[in-house]
């Protein structure tokens, strides 16, 4: 199983680091996971985000979070759009599908007639 998370949204903040107090560095991002296995793709509902100052390479964790910081931080979490939660079967689903109903006719002809 592979997880991996496409990017939403990405929004340069004018507040102050909490690390180094640098006001053009921070850097919101939002993330929504996607799951992919041999028999199915999905997109998921879970949308995750990070706080990245880019001048001191920090992350930024909630706890250190300033009032300021969170009020843009719920603004820009209202005004993300998530993909469509869904999931794609892909070829090795469907020969698997088949081949069991292939599996079953047989089973239940050879029942029928079991003579032959």
Not at 9 to 28: D, F, H, I, R, T
């Amino acid at each position: 199983m592979k997880e991996s998370f496409v990017i939403l949204k990405q929004v340069s903040l004018k507040n102050n680091c909490p690390e180094c107090y640098n006001n053009n560095g921070l850097q919101l991002s939002f993330h929504q996971k996607i799951v992919e296995t041999k028999f199915y793709k999905s997109i998921t509902s879970n949308v995750n985000h990070s706080l990245k100052c880019l001048v001191c390479n920090t992350t930024i964790y909630p706890v250190q979070w300033t009032d300021d910081i969170e009020r843009v931080f719920e603004y820009q979490q209202k005004t993300i759009e998530p993909k469509k939660t869904s999931k794609y079967l892909k070829k090795a689903s469907w020969v698997a599908i088949l081949l069991f109903i292939l599996l079953m006719v047989i089973i239940t002809f050879l029942a029928i007639y079991p003579s032959l």
